[in-house]
């Protein structure tokens, strides 16, 4: 399984970004898609999660400002952040379960500024 994220960037205190997670290889074997984010000095904390049948999960921080989605069609996962904050500014990996192992993407930058 080989997973491409992008569209981090600069935005502004309650401005919005859609991030993008595209999957290829094995994707059949995925079992469970995710966002994971790493700010500087700090461990990598879970955003939100999205089960093959689309149930999700979200971390305190982000809910009711964060949707994941994903489109089977074009095996891709998808994050809409609103109402992003500095706290927010941290390197965001896509992440894929399958019964053996995690995969994870190369990362996408995101900054919130105040």
């Known amino acids: 399984v080989q997973l491409q994220a992008s569209g981090g960037g600069l935005v502004q205190a309650g401005g919005s970004l859609r991030l993008s997670c595209a999957a290829s290889?094995?994707?059949?074997?995925?079992?469970?898609m995710g966002w994971y984010r790493q700010a500087p000095g700090k461990q990598r904390e879970l955003v939100a999660t999205?089960?093959?049948?689309?149930?999700?999960n979200y971390a305190d921080s982000v809910k009711g400002r964060f949707t994941i989605s994903r489109d089977n069609a074009k095996n891709t996962m998808y994050l809409q952040m609103s109402s992003l904050k500095p706290e927010d500014t941290a390197v965001y990996y896509c992440?894929?379960?399958?019964?053996?192992?995690?995969?994870w993407g190369q990362g996408t930058q995101v900054t919130v500024s105040s």
């Open positions: 999205i089960t093959r049948d689309g149930s999700t």
């Open positions: 290889g094995m994707i059949f074997s995925i079992r469970i």
């Open positions: 992440n894929a379960v399958t019964s053996w192992r995690d995969y």
